[in-house]
């Protein structure tokens, strides 16, 4: 997107800091509660694209209890359930140096929705592995920096966001955490040393207190995510790359590319629809369709809360195929 335009919507963004909660598989009585108008019976949700999200272990077991047909969305947003783990969000630019180099879909600069962790995090990182590692890189990622910044929480993860408000449309450009992998990355070298002392220990300790994170960061962020565009910008069609057709479209180096699971099985848990229609922001450039022409197969994934589901849309169905009958 333009760079004014994007200036125009960070100032019209809540300032400071914004606190989130999540807990484990959170994104399914969430995206639901977005896909239904108002209310809609669980046969309809079925035959939908969100059936999956009817069996995850939250939306269950709050159906079970409820004993009904129906769902309505101000029950599905009141589903909660403990433990859940705190966050902090901050919204921030990804400035566009050149396709190649920044990994966006089109010239411009991207939106940044950061993921941040609780002050708890950087004060057990500091005395056990931050004395050896940085968490955070202090370049080439959209991250919190400590520099000048009153408010600094480190960042466990962001997403990349493109959008246009005249199409209603967003695409996630990227979901990614450097964090995770560091921590991962020192957690297989301490298995490996058997160590007692007492750097080991607080080592130890810390690595214990961020698997809770690590277990549930992709879908944490990504559910902040969903609901940003759809809550904050109010952007009702959301798309995500899939894993081949976003390295063609962002020319990603192959040295460069980003586990395949964070677009595929990831979307597919959040019940986005394969698609082969791209946004229509993208269709209006000329370097996209430049790809298209080499690669004809380029195919996305999508979220569409404009296409609502309620208890009428079974009932016509049901008279639609009466007639084509």
Same mark, same amino acid.
């Given at each position: 997107m333009?760079?004014?335009?994007?200036?125009?919507?960070?100032?019209?963004?809540?300032?400071?800091?914004?606190?989130?909660?999540?807990?484990?598989?959170?994104?399914?009585?969430q995206i639901l509660s977005m896909a239904i108008d108002k209310e809609s019976d669980v046969r309809t949700i079925q035959?939908?694209?969100?059936?999956?999200?009817?069996?995850?272990?939250?939306?269950?077991?709050?159906?079970?209890?409820?004993?009904?047909?129906?769902?309505?969305?101000?029950?599905?947003?009141?589903?909660?359930?403990?433990?859940?783990?705190?966050? =902090?969000?901050?919204? %921030?630019?990804? @400035?566009?140096? &050149?396709?190649?180099? +920044?990994?966006?879909?089109?010239?411009?600069?991207?939106?940044?929705?950061?993921?941040?962790?609780?002050?708890?995090?950087?004060? =057990?990182?500091?005395? %056990?592995?931050? @004395?050896?590692? &940085?968490?955070?890189? +202090?370049?080439?990622h959209p991250v919190q920096q400590k520099f000048r910044n009153p408010r600094f929480r480190s960042t466990l993860a962001w997403a990349r966001i493109d959008l246009s408000?005249?199409?209603?449309?967003?695409?996630?450009?990227?979901?990614?955490?450097?964090?995770?992998?560091?921590?991962?990355?020192?957690?297989?070298?301490?298995?490996?040393?058997?160590c007692n002392c007492a750097q080991c220990a607080l080592n130890k300790r810390y690595m214990q207190w961020f698997d809770s994170y690590s277990l549930v960061w992709s879908e944490t962020m990504l559910m902040a995510t969903i609901d940003f565009i759809r809550t904050e910008l109010g952007i009702e069609r959301v798309f995500f790359h899939t894993a081949r057709s976003g390295w063609r479209v962002k020319k990603i180096d192959k040295s460069w590319r980003p586990p395949v699971s964070l677009y595929s099985s990831l979307p597919k848990k959040f019940a986005f629809t394969h698609v082969w229609n791209a946004p229509q922001f993208l269709l209006d450039t000329k370097s996209y369709h430049k790809i298209?022409?080499?690669?004809?197969?380029?195919?996305?994934?999508?979220?569409?809360?404009?296409?609502?589901?309620?208890?009428?849309?079974?009932?016509?169905?049901?008279?639609?195929?009466?007639?084509?009958?």
């Open positions: 333009e760079t004014t335009e994007l200036n125009e919507v960070l100032a019209c963004l809540p300032k400071g800091k914004t606190h989130y909660r999540y807990y484990k598989d959170a994104y399914a009585p035959q939908s694209s969100y059936a999956k999200l009817l069996k995850t272990p939250a939306v269950k077991a709050w159906m079970a209890k409820k004993g009904s047909g129906a769902l309505t969305a101000l029950e599905l947003n009141s589903i909660w359930q403990e433990p859940s783990l705190p966050y =902090l969000l901050t919204a %921030s630019r990804w @400035k566009f140096e &050149s396709r190649r180099w +920044s990994q966006v879909s089109r010239k411009g600069d991207n939106l940044v929705l950061q993921l941040n962790l609780p002050r708890e995090h950087d004060e =057990l990182f500091d005395v %056990s592995i931050g @004395k050896r590692y &940085s968490f955070n890189p +202090s370049w080439g408000f005249e199409n209603n449309e967003a695409l996630i450009e990227e979901v990614q955490s450097d964090g995770v992998r560091l921590v991962n990355r020192v957690k297989k070298r301490q298995q490996r040393v058997k298209v022409r080499e690669h004809p197969d380029i195919d996305f994934y999508m979220l569409d809360f404009s296409k609502k589901l309620s208890v009428g849309n079974r009932q016509q169905r049901g008279k639609q195929n009466a007639v084509n009958h």
